[in-house]
Every structure is written in C-alpha cells, then in structure tokens.
T-cell receptor, first 114, second 111 residues
Framework: DADVTQTPRNRITKTGKRIMLECSQT?????MYWYRQDPGLGLRLIYY???????NKGEISDGYSVSRQAQAKFSLSLESAIPNQTALYFC?????????????FGPGTRLTVL | KQEVTQIPAALSVPEGENLVLNCSFT??????LQWFRQDPGKGLTSLLL?????REQTSGRLNASLDKSSGRSTLYIAASQPGDSATYLC??????????FGGGTRVLVKP
C-alpha cells in the first residue's frame, strides 16, 4: 500500500464550486504539505502543517484553505473554484526527527476547473 | 527569495548517451538539494538528496553533484535507457523545510 495517498486522483468541476482534496499518510510523519504544479513551473507550496495545531501559508495560499483533521490527514479546499486553479496538486509528508528531513510525495490529484 | 532554474526545459538523446541535467539556484543558504523523477500521471520519486555539507551523491547509474558557492547542481545519468524518459525536477530546501522547485527538464531517450 502507498504511504501517501490522495483522493480523488482526477476531478473535473465547474467555476464557483467548492472542492476538497484529501491526503492521507501511514508514515507517521508530523509534517504535511500541499503543492500545486503548473506546466513548466515546477511545484509551488500552498500550505504546510508541522503538526495538528500548526498550519502555515505557503507561497500561493490565496483561494485555498486547509484542515488538519489528524496527524494522518490533511485536506485542501477550494472555496470557490476558478479556471486558473486547474493544475496538478500534490501532498507531501516529512519527519523532522530524521536527518535529512526529506519530503515524500503522493501520486497527485489532477483538477480541472471549467 | 530563492529561485531555482533548470535548463534546458527539454532534452532528447539517443540510447546509450550520458545525460547531464543542470539545476541552478540563487540563494546558497540551502540545507540540501534534491532530485526527483516524475512520470506522466504519477507522483514524484526521489532520486538523490545531497546535504549542504556534501559535494555529491551516487546511486547506481545516477550521480548528483552540488556546488553551493556557484549555486549549481548537476545530475548525471550514465548510459541512458528508454526507461529513463521522464521529467526530472530539482528542489532546494531552505529553513523551515521549504522546498523551492525548478521547472523541470523533460527527457526523451530514443531507442
């Protein structure tokens, strides 16, 4: 079984809809991250959480919100989806007690906003 | 603000040639530099991670070097195979474990 899973893997939605992307991990890591990837731009950090009570904005948080329901679950919400949020979304986890603090990525969610 | 650049954006080589992928970063105050492989429709697979105190890391046919003073890292893939076709991403890790990614180099190895 995959250590970091994301649901759904693909989603097509319409402008204005509220969307939630979910991430679950079985690695026991405290730190979790959400990134988006646009063609040719690499990955950019949306939000990150160092533990259940610690959530921080990343580089491009506008239009997004997150919820850390438990150590193993970190959800990303688009309150009112717009077409320029069409992208590939990745969740990642890491363990700060290890050195180096390497991030492990899920398989991604492809989101299309029409 | 850290900026990471990968040039070229795409590369095509015949099977058997060695691949050289370049990554440059603007802020040398990094904790480590990581190389990833991305296949279409799939997530990121970590290939090599070079800590700031290291100069290179090797795994099989892969070798990655790091020169912090010049803000450069290079990924070498020896004797390329069609199965090496993928997009390769580098990422620089700074304080707070934030990764800054380059745009990637899309590699095609022709049989």
């Amino acid at each position: 079984d995959a250590d970091v899973t994301q649901t759904p893997r693909n989603r097509i939605t319409k402008t204005g809809k509220r969307i939630m992307l979910e991430c679950s991990q079985t690695k026991g890591h405290d730190r979790m991250y959400w990134y988006r990837q646009d063609p040719g731009l690499g990955l950019r950090l949306i939000y990150y959480s160092f533990d259940v009570k610690d959530i921080n904005k990343g580089e491009i948080s506008d239009g997004y919100s997150v919820s850390r329901q438990a150590q193993a679950k970190f959800s990303l919400s688009l309150e009112s989806a717009i077409p320029n949020q069409t992208a590939l979304y990745f969740c990642a986890t890491s363990d700060p007690t290890t050195s180096p603090d390497e991030q492990f990525f899920g398989p991604g969610t492809r989101l299309t906003v029409l | 603000k850290q900026e990471v650049t990968q040039i070229p954006a795409a590369l095509s080589v015949p099977e058997g040639e060695n691949l050289v992928l370049n990554c440059s970063f603007t802020d040398s105050a990094i904790y480590n530099l990581q190389w990833f492989r991305q296949d279409p429709g799939k997530g990121l697979t970590s290939l090599l991670l070079i800590q700031s105190s290291q100069r290179e890391q090797t795994s099989g046919r892969l070798n990655a070097s790091l020169d912090k003073s010049s803000g450069r890292s290079t990924l070498y893939i020896a004797a390329s195979q069609p199965g090496d076709s993928a997009t390769y991403l580098c990422a620089a890790q700074a304080a707070g474990n934030k990764l800054t990614f380059g745009g990637g180099t899309r590699v095609l190895v022709k049989p």
